[in-house]
Nanobody
């Protein structure tokens, strides 16, 4: 499984970005795609996840109402629309694929495949 993120950048507080994750080589049993973020010195945290079948979504409380995860299966893409950005959203954002079920897709330890990350900086 390969995941390639794009769409990060530097924005002012209140701004928006759309992060993209191109997914290829999905293996049988891979159930979900998640978006995670990590700031230096902090643990990697799950912000949103989507089940590949059924498109059920999950969000961290800190981003509910501001971030939206979606998928376009025809294009093998997963997106994270991030709105009303705050300084505390600054981090490297990663997408990941895993065999977890449900809200466990928000747990970094349970994800099997990771992209290289895309930086989001909010000033």
């Amino acid at each position: 499984v390969q995941l390639v993120e794009s769409g990060g950048g530097s924005v002012q507080a209140g701004g928006s970005l759309r992060l993209s994750c191109e997914v290829s080589g999905i293996t049988e049993g891979t159930n979900c795609i998640g978006w995670f973020r990590q700031d230096p010195g902090k643990e990697r945290e799950g912000v949103a996840a989507i089940m590949i079948l059924g498109a059920t979504t999950y969000y961290a409380d800190s981003v509910k109402g501001r971030f939206t995860i979606s998928q376009d299966n025809a294009k093998n893409m997963v997106y994270l629309q991030v709105n009303s950005l705050k300084a505390e959203d600054t981090a490297m954002y990663y997408c990941a694929a895993g065999r977890n079920a449900g809200a466990q897709c928000m747990t970094a330890a349970g994800m099997s495949y990771w992209g290289q990350g895309t930086q989001v900086t909010v000033s």
